[in-house]
C-alpha cells in the first residue's frame, strides 16, 4: 500500500528514536539535508518533490534496523546519479565516509557505458550492482527498499514504463529477496508486480481470496482454539498467527498447476512460534495428534536450512471438516531470519554474527561474481543471474552424508564441481544411490551420489558445458580449458569465426581475415586476435554476440567495390600468352591459355595431381574442377552446358612450387571427448594448417567431423590422411566434396 509522501525526516527520526538503537542522528540529518538541497527542483512523476523518494527509501531501509550508514546512503543514493553536475562519489566520500560512498557508488547506474544496445546497458548495470553487493551486503538491502518504493508509487509511470519496471521487479529484484530470505519484501514486490503485469487475473484472485476467507473464518477460529488449547496443555509458551498464501502465490499455483481457485485448498497457513527447537518437534507431534498429515507434504527446514537461512518445520494437515491447512513451526529467531532474510544476520550487526560465518553465507553472491573472470557475454551473464539466484534447489548427499545443495535440474558433473574443481576435472563417472549413471543424469531429493575419478582422466570435455547447469560449475571447466588448452582454444575460436564470415557470405583471404579479426579483438576489448579466439574456444563469449561487430568491422575495412563486366563466354576470358608456365598465380593453364582468370570450385577444392576440367562461368572467369567431381558428371551429358567445358591442366612448375590449396577431409570416428584434441594434434605436427572444422553426429557412438586444411598436392594429401587415419577411434578418412 502506498504510503503518504512527504519531505520531512521528522517522521523517520522518531522512528530511529523508538527503537532504542544508538543511531547517529545528526550524520543522518546532514545526509537529509545534503540530499535535500541537490534534488533541489527536482520532481517525480507523480509532480511531488523528488526528496519524497529517499525520506521514503530510508524510512522501509530503518524497518529493516540498519546502521546508520545504511540510512545516509539511502539518503543520498541517487544523488551522485541524478546531480552529476553538483556532486560525485569523492564528495561522498569526504563528508559521510568510505562505506556511505561505496554503497552509494553501487547504486548509482552506470550512466556512460560503451555497449551497442540498451539490454547489455541494462545488464552491465545489474553486474555492477552484485559485484558491489559481493563487496557489502547492504547495497542490495536499499536497492531492493528503492524497487519496493518505486513499485508502490509505479501507478505515476505511464503504462509502457509500468510494464517493464513491474516484469524487471518479478525477474530479478522479487527472486533476489526470496534468495535473501527477505519475505516480506518479497511478497509485495511480487503482489504489485502482478497488479500491473495482470491487473484483470489479479483482481479476480484477490476478490476470490476474500470470499473464501469470509465463509471459512469460523472453522479456521475454531482450528486456531484447539491447537492453542493442545499446546496450553503441554505447557509450551507460544504465539499464533494466521496467514492467507499471498494473491501471487494463488495465482502462481493456479497458473502452473491449470487449477481453478476452488481448487486450491490449502490457501490457509497457521503459524506456530515457540521458544526453542525442542518445543519445534514437540508442537509438531501434538499437531499430528489431533489432525491426519498430508502424505509428502512434511519439510524438516531446521535440519536442513534453505540457503537463504530459512528454518521452519512445515505440515499439511486436513481438518476434522476435511478442509487441508498448512502449519510453519518455528522459534522467535527463525521467524525473525524468515522476514527478514539475511538482514536479520548481516556482518555489520555487532555480536550476532562473525564475519566468516556471514561471508559464507553469502559465498553463492561471490561465486555469481565470479563470472566476471573470462567473459564479456550478457547472455552468459543473465543465464548465471537466473540459475544461481532465481533456481529451486535440490538437496543431495556425498557417501560420507555431507548435505550438498545443488540447482534444480543440475547433473552429476554439477555435483563432482560443487565438491571441489579437481573432482570435477578427473571425473570419469558416477553413482546415484549404489548404481552407474550417465553424466547427464539429474539428482533428486535425497539422492546419494558417489563421484569415480581417475588420475588418467585428460580433463573436461567441452561438451559438459551444455550439460551443467550452474555456472560454478561452467565456470570452473572453462577455467580448465583457459589454463590447460589454449592452443586448442584458439583453433576452435577462429574456426567459429571463419564460419561466421562464411555465413555473411564474404569470400575473404587468409591475410584479410587476420586485418578482420585483429580490429575486431580490439573492438571487444582484447589486446590481440589469439586472445579473442581463446575466450570464443573455451566458451568464455558467444560468437552470436560478434555477429553485428564482425559485419560492422568488415564493411569498414572492405568497402564494398564496383562490379566487374560479367563474362559471357570464353573468348571474353582475358589471355595474357602461351607458355608452359602459367602466370596468374594459380598454376592452371585453360585450353593452352596460362593468363585465364581462373578460381577452384568449392565443391571438390582440385589438388594439383587431381585431374582436372574447367568450365566457364556466368560471370566470374573460369571454375576448376576434379574431373570425377559430382558437379561435373552431373552436368557434362547436358547439351545446353556443353560448350562452357573446357579442357585444363596443371603448369610444369606446380610440383615444385610451396604454394597451398584448400582441401576437405571427412572423418567418420567414435566419439570421444579427446578426438577433436587428437586431430589437431596430428595436424599440427604435419604442420597443416586448418581453415574450418565442423561437426555432426551420425548416430549414438559415431561423429562426423568435416574439415577445410591447407594442402600442397595429392601426394601431401596422402600423407596427412595416413596420419589421420592411425589415430584411435578413427573409423575412416576420405576426401570431402560440399
Not at 32 to 58: D, M, T
Not at 410 to 431: L, P, Q, W
Not at 510 to 530: C, I, N
Request: hydrophobic fraction near 40%.
Amino acid at each position: 500500500m502506498e504510503a503518504t509522501a512527504h519531505t520531512d525526516i521528522t517522521p523517520l527520526i522518531q522512528m530511529l528514536e523508538a527503537t532504542g538503537k544508538n543511531y547517529n542522528v545528526s550524520k543522518i540529518v546532514q545526509a537529509y539535508e545534503y540530499a535535500k538541497a541537490l534534488h533541489e527542483g527536482q520532481f517525480r512523476a507523480s509532480g511531488e518533490a523528488y526528496i519524497s523518494h529517499p525520506i521514503a527509501v530510508a524510512e522501509i531501509v530503518a524497518g529493516l534496523e540498519l546502521d546508520t550508514d545504511s540510512i545516509c546512503a539511502a539518503l543520498l543514493h541517487d544523488t551522485v546519479e541524478d546531480c552529476s553536475d553538483k556532486t560525485n562519489i569523492k564528495d561522498i566520500e569526504k563528508k559521510f565516509g568510505s562505506d556511505v560512498a561505496m554503497m552509494v557508488d553501487g547504486l548509482t547506474k552506470i550512466v556512460t557505458l560503451n555497449v551497442d544496445d540498451m539490454e547489455e546497458a541494462h545488464i552491465e548495470n545489474l553486474r555492477k550492482m552484485l559485484l558491489a553487493m559481493s563487496k557489502d551486503i547492504r547495497v542490495i538491502f536499499i536497492k531492493l527498499c528503492d524497487r519496493l518504493h518505486n513499485m508502490r508509487t509505479l501507478s505515476a509511470k505511464p503504462e509502457e514504463k509500468r510494464r517493464i519496471t513491474a516484469l524487471e521487479t518479478m525477474q530479478v529484484y522479487a527472486p533476489l529477496a526470496h534468495r535473501l530470505g527477505m519475505q516480506k519484501i518479497k511478497t509485495e514486490l511480487e503482489n504489485l508486480g502482478l497488479q500491473y503485469l495482470d491487473p484483470i487475473g489479479y483482481e479476480e484472485v484477490k476478490t476470490s481470496i476474500e470470499q473464501k476467507y469470509g465463509k471459512s473464518i469460523g472453522l479456521i477460529e475454531k482450528i486456531r482454539e484447539d491447537i492453542s488449547k493442545k499446546l496450553q496443555e503441554a505447557g509450551i509458551h507460544f504465539a499464533l498467527e494466521g496467514r492467507i498464501k499471498s494473491v501471487y502465490s494463488i495465482y502462481k499455483k493456479m497458473y502452473n498447476q491449470n487449477k481453478s481457485f476452488d481448487e486450491i485448498y490449502d490457501f490457509y497457513a497457521l503459524r506456530v512460534i515457540v521458544d526453542t527447537e525442542l518445543e519445534c518437534y514437540t508442537a509438531l507431534g501434538l499437531i499430528h495428534e489431533m489432525y491426519n498429515s498430508v502424505p509428502g507434504r512434511f519439510k524438516d527446514y531446521i535440519s536442513t536450512p534453505k540457503p537463504n537461512l530459512y528454518s521452519s518445520l512445515h505440515t499439511t494437515v486436513i481438518g476434522r471438516d476435511g478442509i487441508p491447512f498448512e502449519v510453519q513451526i518455528r522459534t522467535w529467531k527463525m521467524h525473525y531470519t524468515a522476514e527478514y532474510g539475511i538482514a536479520a544476520h548481516w556482518k555489520y550487526k555487532s555480536g550476532v554474527t562473525s564475519k566468516e560465518e556471514m561471508d559464507r553465507k553469502l559465498e553463492w553472491i561471490a561465486k555469481l561474481v565470479e563470472i566476471e573472470d573470462g567473459t564479456r557475454d550478457p547472455d552468459e551473464f543473465m543465464n548465471a543471474l537466473k540459475t544461481d539466484i532465481f533456481h529451486d534447489e535440490v538437496f543431495v548427499f556425498t557417501p560420507k552424508g555431507d548435505v550438498i545443495q545443488l540447482a534444480q535440474g543440475s547433473t552429476v558433473i554439477d555435483f563432482a564441481y560443487a565438491i571441489h574443481s579437481e573432482v570435477g576435472n578427473k571425473m570419469v563417472g558416477a553413482k546415484i544411490n549404489g548404481m552407474i549413471v550417465p553424466l547427464e543424469k539429474m539428482p533428486q531429493n535425497g539422492d546419494i551420489i558417489e563421484i569415480i575419478t581417475s588420475a588418467s582422466s585428460k580433463g573436461p570435455s567441452r561438451d559438459w558445458l551444455n550439460l551443467v547447469k550452474t555456472s560454478d560449475a561452467r565456470n570452473k571447466i572453462r577455467s580448465w580449458f583457459k589454463k590447460e588448452k589454449r592452443a586448442d582454444n584458439i583453433l576452435a575460436g577462429k574456426a567459429m569465426l571463419d564460419s561466421a564470415v562464411k555465413s555473411l557470405d564474404r569470400n575473404l583471404t587468409e591475410t584479410q581475415k587476420g586485418q578482420l579479426y585483429s580490429s575486431l579483438a580490439t573492438r571487444v576489448g582484447y589486446a590481440s586476435a589469439d586472445d579473442l579466439f581463446n575466450v570464443l574456444g573455451f566458451g568464455g563469449m558467444s560468437v552470436l554476440r560478434l555477429t553485428s561487430r564482425l559485419k560492422e568491422e568488415y564493411n569498414k575495412l572492405f568497402p564494398p567495390e564496383a562490379p566487374e563486366e560479367k563474362i559471357k563466354d570464353v573468348s571474353m576470358v582475358p589471355v595474357v600468352s602461351k607458355l608452359k608456365t602459367a602466370k596468374n598465380g594459380t598454376h592452371v593453364i585453360v585450353d593452352g591459355e596460362d593468363g585465364c582468370a581462373v578460381k577452384f570450385a568449392k565443391c571438390c577444392n582440385p589438388l594439383p595431381g587431381d585431374d582436372i576440367i574447367g568450365f566457364v562461368t556466368k560471370g566470374y572467369g573460369i571454375s576448376i574442377h576434379k574431373k570425377d567431381c559430382p558437379n561435373v558428371q552431373a552436368n557434362l551429358g547436358q547439351e545446353s552446358e556443353t560448350k562452357r567445358w573446357v579442357t585444363a591442366e596443371w603448369d610444369d612448375s606446380v610440383s615444385s612450387s610451396n604454394a597451398e590449396y584448400e582441401a576437405q577431409i571427412q572423418i567418420t570416428a567414435i566419439q570421444s571427448i579427446h578426438l577433436l584434441s587428437d586431430v589437431t594434434a596430428a595436424l599440427a605436427e604435419l604442420k597443416v594448417s586448418i581453415l574450418q572444422i565442423n561437426s555432426r553426429k551420425i548416430d549414438r557412438d559415431r561423429i562426423l567431423l568435416s574439415l577445410k586444411i591447407g594442402c600442397r598436392d595429392v601426394n601431401h594429401y596422402g600423407n596427412i590422411v595416413k596420419k589421420l587415419k592411425d589415430l584411435s577411434g578413427v573409423l575412416e578418412v576420405g576426401r570431402g566434396f560440399s
